[in-house]
């Protein structure tokens, strides 16, 4: 079995063991309300680390609009989620549902912001993804929906002026954001879509594409003189991240009765890339345990309310200082290597036998 499929199965029973533990601690009564609070946007913030790492990592382009492509995402799926509430009465087919498009509708955005952006190249490229999460994010500032016995209305003046009866349901209020979110997004739905997430992304970058993506980052020259298509497997990697953004950003705004698109600002967008940064590019396994940490670390340090932040930035510092150290990284190396050869001789006569009954 080779190194990648070990590395797979590693992520996947690290979430699996996340899971596990957590669902115990839950149980005995060990888990605090805020931190269990915190359950759904740790896997939602995940899959954005996820995605970016494709983006910044594996493609090697540095993307600041990351957190458009979630409120697409989130709008889409609160819309969609309130059509749907009368006519699917199950309510994790509702969630499927809501992901699904959701995703589609980040992926359509992706393609239409990725066709003029990935035309461009290092600071460039950073700060025009950057002013099309602006954009994104004052556009959502204008639209108001609302649901009547008639169908959905939609417009970008007021609610006033969308012309629904008594009867009728505001979705979105402009800067108000969505109101009244029937709450469908749960633990184990979140970690079944970082199951999603790291699936499909996992088996692109050992793909055909994911070769050449990451021929393209190494020596883009060498590459568009091989015959590859650049701009292609550009859009690739920076549309199906788009996708996967759009999905966390349906399971996040279906945890809360209430979003505004004030949260999918460029700060959020910093933060997935602190993640990313922290975790090691190209590191999927780095990214999800780099966001857990940093997003579980505040609640932890709440009990020290004035120095909390700066507790929380003296780490963060720390922890970059250690990642970017050659004996570091050489005991990392050790450590995971040991955790693999340790997966290896488990799965090794699974692997085995499966291949003797062929």
């Known amino acids: ?61 540095l993307s600041l609009g990351h957190a458009a492509f979630m409120s697409v995402g989130a709008f889409t799926g609160v819309v969609v ?87 009728g349901k505001t979705i979105i209020n402009g800067p108000m954001g969505a109101m009244g979110i029937d709450k469908a997004s749960t633990f184990t739905a979140a970690i079944i879509m970082v199951l999603i997430t790291l699936f499909a992304i996992q088996n692109m970058i050992r793909s055909r594409s994911g070769r050449a993506i990451m021929a393209i980052r190494d020596n883009r020259i060498a590459a568009e003189a091989s015959g590859l298509n650049v701009m292609k497997y550009k859009m690739m990697a920076f549309v199906t991240a788009a996708a996967f953004a759009g999905m966390a950003g349906v399971l996040y705004a279906l945890n809360y009765s209430t979003v505004v698109p004030k949260k999918f600002d460029f700060n959020t967008s910093i933060l997935v890339l602190v993640f990313v940064v922290l975790g090691g590019l190209g590191n999927l396994r780095g990214s999800m345990i780099a966001t857990a940490v940093l997003i579980i670390l505040p609640e932890m340090l709440r009990e020290y309310q004035l120095y909390r932040m700066l507790i929380y930035s003296i780490i963060l510092i720390v922890v970059m200082l250690i990642t970017n150290n050659e004996r570091a990284h050489a005991i990392k190396d050790r450590l995971v290597a040991i955790v693999e050869d340790y997966f290896k001789k488990i799965l090794a006569p699974i692997f085995r036998r499966k291949g003797g009954a062929k």
């Open 1 to 61: 079995m080779n190194r990648g499929a070990v590395n797979s199965f590693v992520n996947y029973g690290l979430v699996l063991a996340f899971y596990l533990i957590v669902q115990i601690l839950r149980a005995n009564g060990d888990l605090s309300r805020a931190f269990q609070a915190q359950l759904v946007p740790i896997c939602v913030y995940i899959i954005m680390a996820i995605s970016l790492n494709l983006v910044v990592g594996i493609s090697g382009e």
């Open 81 to 167: 989620s309130t059509m749907l509430v009368d006519s699917v009465a199950s309510t994790p087919l509702r969630l499927a549902i809501s992901i699904l498009v959701g995703g589609i509708a980040a992926g359509i955005a992706g393609i239409f912001i990725g066709i003029p952006v990935l035309r461009l190249h290092g600071d460039y490229l950073a700060i025009v993804t950057l002013a099309f999460g602006e954009i994104i994010k004052n556009i959502l500032n204008t639209v108001y929906v609302g649901l009547d016995s008639t169908g959905l209305h939609y417009g970008m003046t007021s609610i006033n002026e969308l012309g629904m009866d008594s009867a």
